[in-house]
T-cell receptor, first 114, second 114 residues
Framework: DTAVSQTPKYLVTQMGNDKSIKCEQNLGHDTMYWYKQDSKKFLKIMFSYNNKELIINETVPNRFSPKSPDKAHLNLHINSLELGDSAVYFC?????????????FGAGTRLSVL | EDKVVQSPLSLVVHEGDTVTLNCSYE??????LLWYKQEKKAPTFLFML????IEKKSGRLSSILDKKELFSILNITATQTGDSAVYLCAVVMGSGGGADGLTFGKGTHLIIQP
């Protein structure tokens, strides 16, 4: 069983569209994250979500919104897609607190905005 | 501004060589440092380091943290072609009570030639 799974793996869409990426973890973790990896392979935190506490990276446009129906899921909704949103988006999860913040990553969703 | 700097950015060696990858950091409220290996998809966890001077070891890979000089190294001995990947260093900051995202370096792209 895949521990952190994302869907879809690939997403090709037009500028201006709205799209969602889904993430599910079966590790029993209480914290989930979204990261963006740009064309230079630089991974940057976008959001982290823990027990209804949302921490937002201030550089993330408000067109991006995470939605968590429960602790095992954190979806990413993107409005009015722009060319610069093209990247690989990774979901991750971990246990919160203490020093055990080992994050486990999904396989990524490659988003291409045309 | 918090930063994590990895060096070298790329490295090409021959199978059987030993390599040392470097990671230095300047961050507020340091909690831990993690190493990940990224091949084609998800970053996979290698080590978490929280205390200075204690070497973590897994097979041919080992890592150590120096909290006084603010750096970590990742050693790989007797390299194999399967070690070819991007090695990512990341730092966890924060109070430890909530959802602390990882701050990544830009990675070291390691290529092992047969």
């Amino acid at each position: 069983d895949t521990a952190v799974s994302q869907t879809p793996k690939y997403l090709v869409t037009q500028m201006g569209n709205d799209k969602s990426i889904k993430c599910e973890q079966n590790l029993g973790h209480d914290t989930m994250y979204w990261y963006k990896q740009d064309s230079k392979k630089f991974l940057k935190i976008m959001f982290s979500y823990n027990n209804k506490e949302l921490i937002i990276n201030e550089t993330v446009p408000n067109r991006f919104s995470p939605k968590s129906p429960d602790k095992a899921h954190l979806n990413l909704h993107i409005n009015s897609l722009e060319l610069g949103d093209s990247a690989v988006y990774f979901c991750a999860s971990s246990r919160s607190g203490g020093s055990k913040n080992i994050q486990y990553f999904g396989a990524g969703t490659r988003l291409s905005v045309l | 501004e918090d930063k994590v700097v990895q060096s070298p950015l790329s490295l090409v060696v021959h199978e059987g060589d030993t390599v040392t990858l470097n990671c230095s950091y300047e961050v507020t409220n340091f909690r831990s440092l993690l190493w990940y290996k990224q091949e084609k998809k998800a970053p996979t966890f290698l080590f978490m380091l929280t205390s200075s001077g204690i070497e973590k070891k897994s097979g041919r890979l080992s890592s150590i943290l120096d909290k006084k000089e603010l750096f970590s190294i990742l050693n790989i001995t007797a390299t194999q072609t399967g070690d070819s990947a991007v090695y990512l260093c990341a730092v966890v900051m924060g109070s430890g009570g909530g959802a602390d995202g990882l701050t990544f370096g830009k990675g070291t792209h390691l290529i092992i030639q047969p």
